[in-house]
């Protein structure tokens, strides 16, 4: 028995241990010696971290161009740790990653009291709306702070919104009023909409219909996409596509196509496509997002390069509101020198937390509804065409705030 | 002078030949992959030497006879003979290197690597890397001390300034400063290290001896948005009296007492100010201006700017020759 505890005990502090040499590659091996000003060689203080998404089928692009993923988001969670324990060692604290992931018929509460059992009380959700309301209505998760990093649903920042909640991906009314600033700024301002059949695409569509409202821009004409979803390998595939769609995208005079298709079913068959001779914005053509391969602007070349390093690939969006979410809980870390979960919560909803994320200004969270208030890039398909907000759009608090749902307009009471 | 000398020389139109106006000085453009030479006198560009892509960090050797730039996107630094304004040479640098520093005895070269969390240590002589140092996430500012036995990095995304003991190649030290650090810069008597922190928009000033931040400057200009406040390029007069701080895209310069560090006076230069370099007789300072493509010049005797010079594309690094 006394053998068997031995072994446990053993197994537990290498596994420990060898985690923490992992981060530790040192090419001079005298470098590598944070506490020589320090005194005391204490442990390291650990900051815990939990990753929760649901299983999936991996994303297929409709273009060939891009890979097929099934690891979003978790790279992205992974590399903010690294970050975050590069820090750490110089202030003798350490970052853990604890990942959950849902089976796809599984209860995302039980794996949220799971988390809580093992000690997180720093949640980074990858969930859509459904499983993150559950997972935030769970009793084990009121005493945690958790970060919604990929669902976009207005109502969470407004109706629906809970104090434990921070929004780390812009919603959807922060991407269509990006994206109208710029349309209106270059007097884009009638538009064709085409919007896809499911529930995000139309959710899209709304977040337009409002920006439009709000910027005085014009909705010509509304056309639903009602062809059949298609297998995107075909070998006669153009032809239809080409006559299909050309009549389709017959409307009234209008300067762009707004293209509401979250569901990547049809958006990339409309460019050069459309009757007139008009760009293609929305989800596809000129996109309005949190990150993109085409931006490189304020030293964001170094994050790609760290990323695509360590995970082969492209940072998708959802990689990057992971990161941005733990390199907040490690931002705290470096300016409480705490490891407690409910200080570094304060901190990070309190005035004097800015988290620089490589989009030219250092980002916080709206005291009001909990969103991340950030610039929005505009991403071409092989290039970055422009950052919201425009200039010209002015605000009496910070710019950023020209996008979405400003302090007197939120509907959120819960807070 | 006799009243007819003077008459002639008023006749001709020459003014009394200042030094500053023999100065040449030299612009690294990040994206036309170029170095600007600029007459300091004429106030013209005199020529444009082609270098390796996306050349930033730039400076001279100990007698001034030759030019290292970094060439990031090439992974290198091009070294430009001045006489004959060409690339003669090359050295090793470790990958992506931005910035770096050469010690005051004029050897090595400590090179900040920003993609891997690493400080490389180049010998100019035997044009090898002969150490590498770990240190936080992305590695840019370089300052070395006067007499050159601490060298200061900043890690831009760790947020600290690490002091590293330059005969051991070992870090004693790291303080945590505001978001985004970029610029390390120590004053000429070696006592203090400022440090600039571009998202959090202040300047730290820290100890060189007990290592503590003893100050954080900060900066208000009417009209502009904090988050514009960005500050990047730092530098002191040899007199230690006054300091000057390129603030980006607030496209300004703010002139500071480096006694009381209180601000004097926030000077208009061009877009996006990044560096800066005083004139070797401290009678001009010239801001490199990111994102209209210009130098702005200015005579820090009338204390304002005097004229924009057109060089390359981004304009990011300056330095001075008499």
Not at chain 2, 172 to 180: C, E, G, P, S, Y
Not at chain 2, 203 to 217: G, L, M, N, Y
């Given at each position: 028995m006394r053998g068997l505890f031995l072994l446990i005990l053993a197994w537990a502090i290498l596994s420990g241990a060898s985690a923490w040499a992992a981060d530790q590659t040192v090419t001079n091996p005298t470098a590598a010696n944070p506490t020589a000003a320090n005194p005391t060689a204490t442990d390291p203080i650990s900051v815990r971290i939990g990753y929760l998404t649901r299983a999936e089928e991996p994303r297929t692009p409709l273009t060939f161009l891009e890979p097929e993923t099934d690891d979003e988001g978790a790279q992205g969670a992974r590399l903010a740790i690294t970050d975050n324990n590069t820090t750490g060692r110089f202030l003798n604290q350490r970052f853990e990653l604890v990942e959950a992931t849902v089976p796809t018929d599984g209860s995302v509460e039980d794996a949220v009291r799971d988390l809580a059992g093992q000690g997180v009380r720093l949640l980074v959700a990858d969930l859509r709306k459904d499983d993150l309301l559950a997972a935030a209505a769970v009793p084990e998760a009121r005493g945690m702070l958790i970060f919604n990093t990929r669902a976009p649903d207005d109502d969470l920042r407004n109706e629906r919104c809970l104090p434990n909640l921070l929004h780390v991906t812009p919603s959807r009314r922060m991407l269509a009023d990006a994206l109208t600033q710029y349309l209106v700024s270059r007097k884009w301002s009638n538009w064709l909409l085409v919007v896809g059949r499911t529930p995000e695409d139309e959710a899209f569509a709304e977040a337009m219909r409002a920006a439009a409202k709000r910027y005085r821009a014009k909705i010509v004409e509304e056309k639903k996409w009602t062809f059949e979803d298609a297998n995107r390998r075909v070998d006669t595939g153009h032809v239809t596509v080409q006559s299909?769609?050309?009549?389709?995208?017959?409307?009234?005079e209008h300067d762009v196509l707004v293209v509401a298709d979250e569901a990547d079913a049809f958006g990339e068959y409309l460019p050069y496509h459309t009757w007139l001779p008009r760009p293609v914005v929305g989800t596809q053509g000129m996109v309005p997002t949190a990150w993109s391969r085409v931006h490189e602007q304020w030293g964001a070349t170094q994050l790609h390069s760290r990323f695509e390093k360590q995970a082969g690939r492209w940072m998708r969006p959802r990689d990057y509101t992971a990161w941005m979410a733990i390199r907040a809980v490690g931002e705290a870390a470096t300016r409480t020198r705490s490891a407690d979960p409910a200080a570094l919560a304060a901190f990070i909803k309190g005035p004097d937390f800015t988290l620089p994320a490589f989009k030219g200004q250092g980002l916080s969270f709206r005291d009001w509804d909990g969103q991340l208030r950030q610039p929005v890039l505009l991403a071409g398909p092989r290039m970055l065409v422009s950052v919201s907000p425009q200039p010209g759009f002015l605000h009496q608090n910070s710019e950023l705030d020209t996008l979405g749902d400003d302090r007197p307009e939120s509907r959120c009471r819960s807070r | 002078m006799s009243i007819a000398r003077g008459a002639l020389l008023a006749l001709l139109g020459l003014a009394t030949l200042s030094p500053a106006e023999a100065d040449t000085i030299f612009v690294s453009n990040e994206k036309s992959n170029t170095v600007s030479v600029v007459d300091g006198g004429k106030l013209q560009v005199l020529s444009t030497i082609k270098v390796g892509r996306r050349p930033r960090g730039i400076t001279f050797n100990h007698d001034q006879s030759l030019i290292y730039v970094c060439v990031g996107d090439d992974n290198r630094i091009d070294v430009i003979d001045v006489a004959t304004q060409k690339v003669v040479d090359r050295l090793p640098s470790g990958p992506d290197p931005e910035l770096f520093v050469l010690e005051p005895k004029g050897r090595l070269l400590y090179v900040?690597?920003?993609?891997?969390?690493?400080?490389?240590?180049?010998d100019t002589e035997a044009k090898k890397i002969i150490g590498e140092i770990q240190v936080g996430v992305e590695p840019e500012g370089m300052g070395i001390s006067p007499d050159g036995k601490f060298l200061v990095n900043t890690s831009e995304t760790t947020n600290m300034a690490h002091f590293i003991d330059t005969s051991t190649h070992q870090i004693?030290?790291?303080?945590?400063?505001?978001?985004?650090p970029r610029v390390a810069r120590f004053t000429g008597d070696g006592k203090f290290v400022w440090v600039s922190s571009e998202v959090g928009g202040t300047?730290?000033?820290?100890?060189?001896?007990?290592?503590?931040?003893?100050?954080?400057?900060e900066f208000?200009?009417?009209?502009?948005?904090?988050?514009a406040i960005q500050p990047v390029g730092i530098q002191i007069t040899g007199d230690q009296q006054r300091a000057f701080v390129a603030l980006g895209p607030a496209n300004r310069v703010a002139e500071v007492d480096a006694k009381t560090y209180e601000v004097k006076r926030y000077h208009l230069v061009g877009q996006r100010v990044w560096n800066l370099a005083l004139s070797p007789d401290e009678k001009r300072l010239y801001t490199t201006n990111g994102v209209s493509n210009d130098m702005s010049v200015m005579d820090l005797e009338r204390g304002r700017v005097v004229k924009s010079i057109s060089v390359g594309g981004a304009p990011w690094g300056v330095i001075v020759k008499p």
């Open positions: 299909e769609t050309l009549t389709f995208t017959q409307a009234g | 900040a690597n920003e993609d891997d969390n690493m400080v490389s240590v180049v004693v030290d790291n303080v945590l400063v505001d978001a985004r300047v730290s000033i820290i100890d060189a001896a007990t290592r503590k931040v003893v100050h954080k400057i208000a200009i009417q009209g502009v948005p904090r988050e």
